[in-house]
């Protein structure tokens, strides 16, 4: 082993048994779908005092069984829905306000869209996951953190007591969530905040909790951007726990090798082109067809995701009719299709080989598209730094390095022929095991 290869602390990070099957999970998709898609000249944050009634929810085709269709054809193994969204419309019959589906004309008031996406990721095959922003909700005339604009400690508790009610209703109704996410974080008890983290201890102890409370286990945290880069070097652990609502990009978020918490990076973005959509390209607008990122796209941002050591988190917005469009449905299909063809077959393989070096034969000079190698993480993020080296008749060259590797790097090779492939572990933080070395070639 290298100097640097030697057992660290006990006090090292390491992830949890729910963090390494997320980490497993790799790519997901976000499902949007509110009262803007109905009323597309609402913006909540220009219009406060001013909502759309809960009448304009109709979607006269909904299916959530498409939805999870195109999901699990693009690869995704896991769907987060945001069951309410900024507007404060909630997509279940909340007890807490009137302001949900109990009070829409779709299904007569009796439908449940959380509920058929539960059915839908339970016959799809996929984990389902929840997004309940508590830090952003203009029914109850609240925004980032968490407050009540008003700033009166009556109103403040009044809101509280409905965010208590809805995770309540949401954490307990519905059976076991793989991940919960908290656009914007949550505002502790200590800042005027109800009690989330108790209330996930009770009803959620095991889920994935993107941007919880810090006080919980089982983070995940952003990354910084809503464009599917994450950093070159995205370590697992951190000493920043992010708290964003994704409007504003930040470079200081590719985590720590020496990071205090386990906190992997998850990679949101829309599949539509947010620089140029009205709505950011989260929600469906008429006649935004034009903006959906095609196949090569979306390839390209798994590469920058999935690749550097990230989930990657992909929209999937809704239309009025309550289907995913087929724009988007094709785009989305054929991210699927390319994974599966350019990462699907490999060349050749090693898995799980303890120390400091890896070689993988070829079996004859072949042309390589893509390396793809995996860290086995679980007794932390050990790897420093790595070296990859290809062989012909003539013997070794370099042809990559990093510092980390963590649950996978995809290094691509385009034009490379070689013999065989060497992983050299340069520097550690004890002693390495590499779960996988692969080799991919050109299709």
Known sequence: M????????????????????WADAEVGVIIHLDVQVFAPDYTFRRDWGRQPSATVFNPSHLDTDQWLEVA????ARYAVLVAKHCSGFSLWP??????????APWRGGAG????????SCKKFGLKAGLYYSTSCNAFCNVDSPGRERSGLADAQAAYNRVVEQQVSELWTRYGEWFELWFDGGVLSVMDGGCDVAGL????????????????????????????????????????????EDGTVSRDDLAGAADGRHWAPAEMDMPNRDQSRGYMDGWFWREGEDQLVMDAETLFARHLTSVGRNANFLLGLPIDRFGRVPEADAAALRG???????????????????????????????????????????RNGQIIRGWRLDAKRGWGWAPIASGLGIGHRRIVATPHLLAES?????????????????AAYGPV
Not at 112 to 119: G, L
Request: net charge negative.
């Open 2 to 21: 290298t100097s640097t290869a030697t057992a660290m602390s006990r006090d090292r990070p390491i992830p949890s048994v729910e963090q390494l099957a």
């Open 72 to 75: 699990a054809s693009s690869g």
């Open 94 to 103: 909340t007890a807490a306000h009137g302001y949900s589906v109990r009070s």
């Open 112 to 119: 449940d869209v959380v509920a058929d996406f539960v059915a």
């Open 200 to 243: 996930l201890a009770r009803h959620q102890p095991r889920a994935l909790l993107f941007q919880g409370p810090p006080e919980c286990g089982n983070l995940l945290r952003w990354a910084g951007n809503e464009a599917g880069w994450a950093p070159p070097e995205c370590w697992s652990t951190t000493d920043v726990l992010t708290a």
């Open 335 to 377: 991210y699927g299709k390319l994974v599966g063809e350019r990462l699907g077959r490999p060349l050749g393989m090693v898995a799980e080989v303890t120390g400091n070096e890896v070689v993988l034969d070829l079996q004859g000079d072949r042309p390589v598209a893509y390396v793809d190698i995996m860290e086995d993480q």
């Open 421 to 437: 492939l060497r992983l050299t572990v340069t520097s550690a933080a004890g002693i390495p095991t590499i779960r996988q070395l």
